[in-house]
């Protein structure tokens, strides 16, 4: 089995070591390390690791930015948050720019080790005092928040599973959004590892029994092949 890879993004120069040896004595391989979000943007589009470790607070741009930067211009890359941050804006924002794990810096290193991996995986993974948080606010919230389906995709990802949920092909897909059909494949690519299926056809099923794909008026239902 191949070693996970990881590229760790954070401005302290010390916590990134003591994570590189802990990261390495559990049998993972550290690519590269970054101390702010342009530099972590590179160093993933070099190395293209399994997982990328991120922390919010960076000196440049923010994690969150960082990280919806990377899941738009990398397909199939994930992410997991490490910080210090707790509250609500940061994990939902997190959550919203495509993070698939969040984890606070107190957590540990048997739930680093557990979190990277599941991750590497494309599995979604929270530590306990971040699900917590999450329950809470979804449980105060009631019934007066609709909650979106697939909350891994972009804004963009969830368009297109939108029209792939409709039955539609990248060209049409493109025509429709006004894209071309390279970005369009892209996109594609990025919900199906999101999403954890092996083709659109298992990517419509799931978005169809989410919800998505229902033709409006005026709209053409899904196509019949």
Do not use: W
């Not at 991996?117 to 699900?131: D, F, K």
């Not at 329950?135 to 891994?152: M, N, R, S, Y």
Request: hydrophobic share 50%.
């Amino acid at each position: 089995m191949n070693a996970v890879t990881v590229v760790i993004v954070d401005d302290h120069p010390v916590f990134r070591r003591g994570l590189q040896s802990l990261l390495e004595t559990a049998g993972m391989v550290v690519l590269a390390q970054a101390e702010d979000g342009l530099g972590g943007i590179a160093a993933v589009l070099e190395h293209r690791p399994d997982v990328v470790l991120m922390d919010l607070h960076l000196p440049d741009i923010n994690g969150a930015e960082a990280t919806r930067r990377l899941v738009r211009d990398v397909p199939g890359v994930k992410i997991c948050i490490l910080t210090m941050f707790d509250d609500d804006d940061s994990v939902f924002a997190s959550m919203r720019a495509g993070a698939l794990g969040y984890l606070l810096k107190g957590a540990d290193i048997d739930g680093i080790e557990r979190a990277v991996r599941a991750v590497a995986e494309g599995e979604a993974l929270y530590s306990a005092a971040i699900a917590r948080r999450m329950q809470a606010f979804f449980a105060a919230a009631g019934p007066a928040l609709a909650v979106q389906p697939f909350p891994e995709l972009t804004p963009r990802e969830r368009q297109v599973l939108e029209h792939v949920a409709r039955g539609e092909d990248n060209a049409a897909i493109a025509g429709a959004l006004e894209l071309n059909q390279k970005t369009v494949r892209n996109v594609v690519s990025a919900v199906l590892a999101k999403l954890r299926v092996a083709d659109r056809a298992q990517a419509m099923v799931r978005a169809r029994d989410a919800g998505l794909g229902h033709a409006g008026p005026g709209q053409p239902g899904p196509s019949a092949r």
